[in-house]
């Protein structure tokens, strides 16, 4: 036996628990409250369990309704979005479904794709953010961009380019700190890459330097949130130098001390080896893989 509540059920609980009131939810799905109330009686049925609860003249969520409410929603929404993407499918364009960090994306990716999607037409993109580890295969993604050593088991690697990170921060930080060593650095907020805990630590080792101060401060998941905290004045961090190019040129960031760390990772396109031979993928990385003069 699967457990599986009928959708009409899971509407009628959700319209209920966000107006609290059957009779508002029926109004809004076009039924009476009669027939809400009987499809919520069912699905507390069918889960044996109470999910509203009747305070006075009101409808209140008991701690399990509470619990299973963003569950419903969260199986609404998914279902909603992919009835929207059949109905928007076309058979008669190729779907490319490509993987990217998402500062990476934002910064690196999005800006090569208008020439690529004007010189194929027919080849429609749907791209997402990954940050931490996936398997390509099992969320059917065809083209991926990580961050790492470049050997990874049942996928093609194509080495993109090397990573210089440096210290970064804005202006306003310095106005009255000028550092005369590294190690001042730590007179500041020093704020870190939620996956790249080890970051400051090196960059210091690799100037034969140490600090309790390494692993230290306030931690963010993405470079995009690092990079607007910077911004702000939040401290200083280390930053891949391609990710803040724009910034650094402008002066809206400035670069503390001018030692870099050439990263002993790098960044690569990849995609399952079963998938080189897809006319789609091939055009792909023939446009993405950069000539001498793309390599920054």
């Known amino acids: 036996m699967r457990y599986l509540p009928s959708i009409s059920a899971m509407q009628c609980f959700e319209a209920s628990a966000r107006h609290l009131s059957f009779t508002r939810a029926a109004d809004e799905l076009s039924l009476t409250q009669s027939a809400v109330s009987k499809q919520v009686a069912q699905l507390e049925s069918f889960l044996n369990r109470k999910l509203f609860r009747r305070v006075r003249r009101s409808l209140c969520l008991t701690p399990e309704g509470a619990i299973y409410i963003g569950e419903v929603r969260k199986i609404l929404a998914q279902l909603e979005m992919s009835s929207q993407y059949i109905m928007s499918y076309n058979s008669h364009q190729d779907l490319l479904k490509i993987a990217t960090l998402p500062t990476f994306g ?60 440096v210290p970064a921060c804005s202006p306003a930080l310095l106005a009255t700190d000028q550092p005369d060593s590294p190690l001042e650095l730590t007179r500041h907020r020093l704020l870190h890459l939620s996956t790249r805990p080890q970051a400051w630590h090196d960059w210091f080792a690799s100037q034969d330097l140490t600090t309790e101060h390494s692993y230290q401060g306030n931690r963010f998941e993405t470079f995009h949130m690092l990079i607007r905290a910077i911004i702000a004045g939040c401290g200083i961090a280390l930053i891949p130098r391609f990710l803040i190019a724009e910034e650094l040129n402008s002066g809206e960031l400035v670069v503390p001390w001018p030692h870099a760390l ?35």
């Not at 050997?151 to 993109?160: D, K």
């Not at 960044?267 to 993405?288: A, D, N, T, W």
Request: glycine share 4%.
């Open 106 to 165: 934002t910064r690196w990716l999005a800006p090569r794709l208008a020439r690529f999607l004007n010189r194929y037409p027919h080849i429609s993109l749907d791209c997402c953010d990954r940050v931490d580890a996936f398997d390509l295969d099992k969320e059917s993604i065809d083209i991926a961009f990580f961050y790492g050593h470049g050997s990874w088991p049942g996928l093609e690697c194509h080495r993109l380019f090397d990573e210089e990170v």
């Open 262 to 296: 050439i990263s002993a990772n790098a960044y690569y396109l990849v995609y399952p080896e079963r998938m080189g031979e897809i006319e789609k993928v091939q055009k792909f990385v023939s446009h993405m893989l950069p000539s001498p003069d793309q390599a920054e």
